[in-house]
């Protein structure tokens, strides 16, 4: 149960620890919130994943060494002066959907000597102590010795699984919404009709405080959820007290890209 909570983010406070009794109207009740959340289904992807020896290669992957077009192509972090670690690294030619010849890299600055997570706010978007960026692939991999003590081991993505996804219940009102808590009780028992936290790609933001968009910095438009990266499922990596990322695009600017965070 454990794994389905994380999975599915079953974690919404609840007044009682108590779930309502199993009563023949359940079904019913699941099916007709279903209905009403059908217009707001996506479709969420989960990395399947294997453990590889690290390489500078151009593959989907967390973790691990980057794909690199030249020796100064690591981004360096401005108030260490040391390499950031690659938290993830998407072959958009190896996406499930909308496939292209690219590579969305994040990369993120682990160092505390100095603590440039705090130092830098890295839990904002768009800090200076994490780099999203959008690249080509235009020569075989560049390999360097990286300033980085310890590269987390590399995951390579080999495949995606396709899952339902819904908004977080924290995004229903906006979205002229309104359930109560015993209709979000019914579905985190079904373990239907609920945001999926863990790792995935696409879908919606499970968010971990509240609704926290970033936005366009040029256009204000607000920015779609790429992917979702949470504590140690395939980053050997914690934010803050079991935190969850999200790397999120602007819908005007493929190239505006940011990552940020929250935790309990």
């Known amino acids: 149960m454990k794994f389905l909570k994380q999975l ?11 779930h309502p009794k199993v009563n023949p109207d359940m079904e019913l009740i699941k099916q007709r919130l279903l209905a009403q959340l ?15 020896g690290s390489a ?17 192509d690591w981004p360096v972090c401005p108030n260490c002066n040391n390499h950031m670690q690659l938290f993830l690294q998407l072959n958009l030619n190896e996406l499930p959907v909308n496939a292209e010849n690219s590579l969305i890299q ?3 600055c682990t160092n505390d000597k100095p603590m440039c997570e705090s130092d830098c706010e890295a839990y904002f978007p768009f800090s200076k102590s994490v780099v999203c960026r959008k690249i080509q692939v235009e020569n075989p991999p560049v390999e360097i010795t990286p ?15 396709p899952i339902d ?17 015993e209709d979000f009780e019914i579905l985190e028992i079904a373990e239907e009709g609920i945001s999926i936290a863990g790792d995935k790609l696409f879908g919606w933001p499970h968010w971990v405080q509240s609704v926290e968009y970033p936005f366009d910095r040029k256009t204000g438009s607000q920015m779609n959820l790429l ?3 949470d504590s140690e499922v395939n980053l050997p990596y ?22 940020a965070w929250a935790c309990c």
């Open 56 to 72: 500078f290669t151009a593959d989907s992957k967390i973790g691990g060494l980057p794909y690199l077009r030249n020796g100064g």
């Open 227 to 229: 992917f979702q990266l």
């Open 165 to 181: 996804d819904y908004p977080h219940y924290d995004e229903l009102a906006d979205l002229g919404l309104n359930l109560d808590e």
């Open 8 to 18: 599915f983010g079953l974690n919404k406070p609840s007044a009682s620890n108590k």
């Open 147 to 161: 300033t980085l003590v310890g590269p987390f081991h590399e995951k390579r993505i080999i495949g995606w699984i």
């Open 106 to 108: 994040l990369f993120y």
């Open 238 to 259: 914690m934010f803050g007290d079991s935190g969850i990322g999200h790397l999120t695009q602007s819908p005007d600017n493929e190239n505006e890209l940011a990552f």
């Open 38 to 52: 059908e217009p707001f289904k996506k479709t969420a992807y989960i990395p399947a994943t294997e453990s590889v």
